[in-house]
């Protein structure tokens, strides 16, 4: 059976269909936009070594709301009313090209988010956060030729994209596979440092980021054997839910893996934070407070060390001597 490949952008769409796609539209930028706040307000929940997850998560929930607010627009201006149906015209397909430019910068961001709590360190996280975000940006960006350029330039002479839609799908599912390898390898490497608690919250993240990702390419193919605006409908809808799930719902479970990494180290001795950490109710550790003064081992007083050398330094004039030293002298 030959499939021809259709454009969900150029399908008209009954009311019921046009209302639906809005309403999911319009729920998952007001989700993401409280996910922005609440990660701005809960920030410093986090210690410093872990804070790139939340600079991490700011970043995806900032872009991907401003993202959907365009969207919005861009559908509510896309279609015009004709009798019974809301019939696309030449900006219909803002709604479906933008998410790609959102994913070309989210998605990255979500595999550093990811990254900023595994336990690796130096060259080793550097190497791994820099092809995982690598390989996530050439998926979208490939799947973009794929989705939306190669359909409109065969679809403006009346040909069928089928082929080329497979063929860069089939390349955005490499760089899947290695954004997927590089993660999962970067996350079982952890867990043997990890505390079991940590471990189990980490595994979980991951899981549900990597399920969420499996829904964009089931989207993606829709256009080779989908057809009508109940298909266009559809992948509205479950692009919506995935990018809250992913961006909203990973985010948040990252964050607590965070949290409860930071509360270990405040418990262990190795960080401090000016908080108690609290997560589902439940006390993870006390404010951890810097110690004032830090000695060397036996020692009393901290030994005087000489000022570094300072060649454009002038000489500071001499202190004349007070009374009592004069006369202790002259004794």
């Given at each position: ?6 454009t969900p952008?150029s ?21 993401l936009?409280?996910?922005f706040f609440?990660t ?13 997850a939340?600079?991490a998560?700011l ?5 991907a ?7 919005l627009v ?9 009798g019974?149906l809301?019939?696309?015209n030449?900006?219909a ?15 990255p961001?979500?595999?550093?988010e ?11 996280i550097?190497r ?19 989705a939306?350029i ?16 497979l ?12 954004t997927?390898?590089v993660l999962?390898?970067?996350?079982r ?6 505390t ?7 595994r ?7 399920s969420?990702w ?7 193919i829709?256009q080779?054997?989908?057809n ?5 409908t ?8 995935a990018?809250?799930?992913?961006k ?16 270990e180290?405040?418990?262990a001795?190795?960080d ?12 993870q ?7 004032e003064?830090y ?10 060390r000489?000022?570094?050398?300072m ?11 007070d009374?009592?030293s ?6």
């Amino acid at each position: 059976m030959a499939f021809t490949s259709f454009t969900p952008w150029s399908a008209s769409l009954s009311q019921p269909e046009y209302l639906l796609t809005l309403y999911f539209i319009v729920v998952a930028a007001l989700a993401l936009l409280t996910g922005f706040f609440r990660t701005l307000v809960t920030q410093r929940e986090v210690g410093a070594h872990f804070r790139p997850a939340t600079v991490a998560r700011l970043a995806v929930t900032a872009v991907a709301t401003v993202s959907y607010a365009v969207i919005l627009v861009g559908f509510l201006n896309g279609y015009d009313r004709v009798g019974a149906l809301y019939v696309p015209n030449d900006g219909a397909i803002i709604s479906f090209a933008l998410r790609y430019m959102d994913w070309s910068i989210t998605v990255p961001l979500l595999t550093i988010e990811l990254m900023a709590v595994v336990t690796f360190t130096g060259a080793r996280i550097r190497r791994a956060r820099f092809i995982a975000a690598g390989a996530a940006l050439l998926m979208i960006f490939t799947g973009f030729l794929g989705a939306i350029i190669v359909p409109s330039e065969v679809g403006a002479v009346g040909g069928d994209a089928t082929a080329g839609l497979l063929l860069w799908g089939g390349i955005s599912c490499v760089f899947w596979i290695v954004t997927n390898v590089v993660l999962i390898r970067a996350v079982r490497a952890s867990f043997d440092e990890l505390t079991p608690a940590s471990a189990q919250l980490l595994r979980t993240a991951t899981v549900l980021l990597l399920s969420g990702w499996a829904l964009y390419p089931i989207v993606y193919i829709i256009q080779v054997f989908g057809n009508g605006g109940a298909w266009a409908t559809a992948m509205q809808i479950t692009l919506c839910v995935a990018d809250v799930v992913v961006k909203i719902g990973f985010g948040t479970l990252i964050h607590r893996v965070a949290k409860l990494r930071t509360a270990e180290d405040v418990r262990a001795g190795r960080d401090v934070h000016p908080e108690s950490i609290w997560i589902s109710s439940v006390k993870q550790s006390d404010a951890g407070l810097a110690r004032e003064v830090y000695l060397a081992e036996g020692a009393a007083v901290h030994a005087r060390r000489a000022r570094p050398p300072m060649g454009a330094a002038v000489p500071a004039a001499p202190q004349p001597a007070d009374e009592g030293s004069e006369s202790s002298s002259d004794d």
